[in-house]
């Protein structure tokens, strides 16, 4: 069967990480985000490592590779840490890295953990002077008095050397834990989300911030949903949303109010009460949001499903897709394992045209939406000869299981795919499973 | 509504076509949810409420102290070596510890696999 978006064919072109089944904690990817160019792909970890791959100058003898990315910088970004007040240890878990926009030679990258918002500078050096007057090569000052003349000193070539260091530290500003940053496109200020409120920075000043949402209530036990996610308008820097756990999501304007508990917007669709139960309000909880790259759209994916909201309608969302309905009959299983508590992302494409996310099994989902087609691929060791075309799979929900079928009980639920990234404007794509980090192409041209 | 009827018909459903019952349709998520409160009987009458919420608000181990966090780390770091003789005559330290005195534990400097 065709694939989604004209005909799309995607391809293996890399796999990232070690190919052993004894995964190490600390190397679970926790996060996934191309730049704004799609030049630079940074990957975090549940041990606080952050690794960005860069992608190579395109090779033109061979234009059917794209290029490849190849590792560029890593650094330890968080380490963990102790609250002595609380007892409670704070994971270093990065848990969301997002790129600033470049202006000058350098990257800057914002990354998080539970607490800690961290500005870090990517910069190169590939040259190095050469001839200092006062000191030898080495280091090691001269003796003044055997200088007898003076020479202006050189820049001479140098094996590339590519350095990260922390230019901001925000910290002490969440009483929760952060679940989301989102960067402004005034370039100059970002949001941070926890669980119970949002905070607006100044990316040069560490030292205070502005509280623009508040849900905490005044008795804890009269606490009835948590915020899951928040992200600014890509072009109206005074927009932003965030979602709950309940499945809605709040539109705010910071024009109209310096807290923005009050929304200007509130989308939910609503629900059919006789088809409420248990599970209805947990599977309802919205994991992700993500404004389309034209800012007239947003998606979001709860547990079961991907849903397209037109901001101008707040009433029900324009589309819905199903990631895995066939997982509706397994609640009770999934709720004693956890797994309904999984918290799913959803990226757009350059164009909006396309939607993906993940699902279990290392299985991951596209849906066209002009097109109207979905299709299902997996990420495995199993399908990564180079520019192997991924064959579409399909999970058998009940009756006969048809040949290359796989049946829902046999499903690993283990192999989850939480983080996905799409390229900015190719179809180049950025898939993790728990260790490895899978980037598949487009086979065009 | 037939609330009721839903406990006592669920043992029969195996597969998620076969939904008839005597005389109503059962979602498969209200049969999930028939099969849970039989298994948990006392499941929260407040669904995806309080006791939820506060779980993931406080995600993350409570230790007692800080001394109680650097044992449990330690503890983990020798899980492998044996343990070692008790010593007759212990060294016990000359001041009560403070924060500062107690070792940091340091993460290790491993790179991630990823960049290999």
């Not at chain 1, 293996?12 to 904690?25: L, N, P, R, T, Y």
Request: hydrophobic share 30%; glycine share 4%.
């Amino acid at each position: 069967m065709a694939g989604p978006g004209g005909d799309m064919q995607w391809c293996f072109s890399q796999v990232k990480g070690a190919i052993d089944d004894d995964v190490a904690e600390a190397d679970i990817i926790s996060t996934v985000e191309f730049n704004h160019t799609g030049e630079l792909l940074a990957t975090g970890d549940k041990g606080g490592r952050v690794v960005i791959f860069q992608q190579e100058i395109e090779n033109k003898s061979q234009p059917q590779f794209r290029s490849e990315y190849n590792v560029y910088s890593t650094f330890q970004s968080h380490e963990p840490e102790f609250d002595y007040l609380k007892s409670l240890e704070i994971e270093e878990k990065i848990n969301k890295i997002r790129w600033l926009p470049q202006k000058n030679a350098a990257q800057f990258l914002l990354s998080t953990n539970d607490k800690t918002i961290k500005l870090w500078k990517i910069s190169e050096r590939d040259k190095r002077p050469e001839g200092y007057n006062l000191k030898e090569e080495d280091g090691r000052y001269k003796d003044p008095n055997t200088i007898t003349s003076l020479r202006v000193p050189v820049l001479i070539p140098m094996d590339l050397m590519v350095e990260a260091s922390p230019r901001r530290v925000f910290a002490n500003a969440h009483t929760y834990h952060i679940n989301s940053i989102s960067v402004n496109s005034d370039n100059e200020t970002y949001l941070s989300a926890d669980d119970l409120r949002i905070n607006l920075w100044h990316l040069e000043i560490t030292d205070r911030s502005f509280n623009i949402v508040d849900i905490k209530p005044a008795n804890m036990e009269e606490l009835t949903e948590v915020i899951t996610a928040a992200e600014f308008h890509p072009h109206q820097c005074n927009t932003f949303v965030y979602s709950s756990s309940k499945g809605t999501i709040r539109l705010c304007d910071m024009r109209a109010s310096a807290l923005c508990d009050k929304h200007s917007k509130l989308f939910e669709e609503p629900e059919d009460p006789s088809n409420r139960s248990f599970f209805s309000e947990i599977i309802s909880s919205i994991s992700d949001v993500k404004f389309s790259h034209n800012g007239r759209y947003m998606m979001t994916r709860d547990y079961l499903s991907v849903k397209i909201w037109d901001l101008n309608m707040e009433n029900r969302p324009v589309e819905t897709y199903q990631v895995h309905e066939y997982l509706r009959s397994k609640l009770c299983s999934l709720y004693e394992n956890d797994c309904i508590f999984d918290k799913f992302e959803c990226c757009w494409n350059g164009n909006d045209s396309v939607v993906m996310t993940g699902s279990y099994n290392n299985f991951f989902r596209m849906f066209d939406r002009g097109q109207r087609r979905d299709v299902t691929l997996e990420a495995s060791r199993e399908n990564s000869k180079p520019l192997q075309v991924l064959k579409p799979r399909k999970v058998c929900a009940g009756g006969k299981r048809k040949k290359d079928e796989i049946s829902v009980d046999s499903l690993d639920f283990n192999k989850k795919i939480l983080h996905t990234a799409w390229h900015p404007q190719d179809n180049i794509i950025a898939v993790a499973t728990t260790n490895n980090l899978y980037i598949f192409q487009d086979k065009v041209n | 509504m037939s609330g009721d009827n839903e406990e006592t018909q669920t043992t029969e459903e195996t597969t998620m076509d076969d939904k008839e019952t005597q005389d109503k349709v059962i979602s498969p998520e209200k049969a999930e949810e028939a099969k849970l409160k039989a298994k948990y009987p006392n499941i929260g009458n407040k669904p995806g409420g309080s006791d939820l919420l506060r779980k993931r608000l406080t995600k993350g181990q409570k230790y007692f102290d800080s001394g109680d966090y650097n044992m449990a780390k330690a503890k983990i770091k020798n899980k492998q070596l044996p343990t070692a003789a008790p010593e007759k005559t212990e060294i016990t330290g000359d001041h009560i510890p403070t924060p500062q005195d107690l070792p940091q534990r340091k993460p290790s400097l491993v790179a991630s696999k990823l960049a290999g």
